[in-house]
Structure formats: structure tokens, C-alpha cells
């Protein structure tokens, strides 16, 4: 019964330890995705600290940005880093306008354009695979409202 109680303890051990290690993953993967986004806001800032040396204005309101369906973006995590990146900042207290871009591609098989949500969807019409993307794996600023 010792023995057996034993045993029961160590696989109880090793889900938990599994557990962690899984959550780990989850919180390297978190890390990786918030960094990611965390160096996209640097650089809107950079254009945007450099539009205000070049057009004279006192600081940003709103910007709008387009972000493809395709672009990689994790537009939740783009919002809670901007907000952080933007203090002391020429766009410190502004807005961020997301305008979402479908991802567009054509299909080599069947000489189609079809709007896709993954780079590696399927053809809605032939099912083919061979998709060359054509659009929506961008972001840029459109738009800024300046005072």
C-alpha cells in the first residue's frame, strides 16, 4: 500500500510538472507574440516623431492604421503596447484606429482571386493549395489627426 501510494504521488507529480512546463510554453509564446507587436509600436512612433520634425505639429490625436488579415498582427496585443510605447511621447493620449485589410490571394490552379484568412488556406473553388498571395499582409499608417 506504501508502494502503491507512492506511485500515485509520483504521476501526480508528473502531471504537474507537465502542467507548468505547458504553461511555460504558453508564457515564452505570450512573450514572443507582445515583443513582437512592442517593437511594431516603436516603429510607428519613430514615423510618427519624425512626420511631427517634418510638418510642425504639437502632438497626435488619432491614428488610423491598416493591418492585413495576413500581416501577422495580433491587433489586441498592438493596442495594450501602444499605449505603453506612446508615453512621453509626441502620441502620448492618442487613439489607435484599426481598419482591418482581408487577406487577398490567386490561385495558380485555377487562375482565380479569392479572399483567404491564413496564408495556407485552401482555394474556395478548386481546393487547390498553390495560393500566391496578393494582399493583405500589410500594415501601414493611413491616417494621422494632429493639433
Known amino acids: ?5 507512492l506511485c500515485l504521488s509520483s504521476r501526480n507529480w508528473q502531471s504537474q510538472l ?4 505547458s504553461l511555460w510554453l504558453q508564457v515564452e509564446e505570450l512573450r514572443g507574440i ?3 507587436e512592442m517593437s511594431l509600436c516603436e516603429g510607428i512612433v519613430q514615423v510618427l516623431e519624425n512626420e511631427r520634425s517634418r ?4 502632438r497626435v490625436n488619432k491614428v488610423f492604421l491598416e493591418i492585413g488579415a495576413l500581416a501577422g498582427v495580433e491587433i489586441e496585443a498592438l493596442k495594450f503596447c501602444y499605449e505603453v510605447v506612446c508615453q512621453d511621447t509626441v502620441a502620448k493620449g492618442s487613439t489607435l484606429e484599426i481598419i482591418e485589410i ?3 490571394a490567386w490561385c495558380m490552379q485555377c487562375a482565380k482571386e479569392l479572399q483567404v484568412e491564413a496564408r495556407y488556406s485552401a482555394c474556395d473553388y478548386c481546393g487547390g493549395y498553390q495560393l500566391q498571395v496578393t494582399g493583405g499582409d500589410e500594415m501601414k499608417i493611413k491616417e494621422l489627426e494632429v493639433a
Open 55 to 58: 510638418q510642425s505639429f504639437e
Open 1 to 5: 500500500m506504501n508502494k502503491m501510494s
Open 102 to 104: 482581408p487577406g487577398k
Open 18 to 21: 507537465k502542467s507548468r512546463r
Open 34 to 36: 507582445i515583443m513582437h
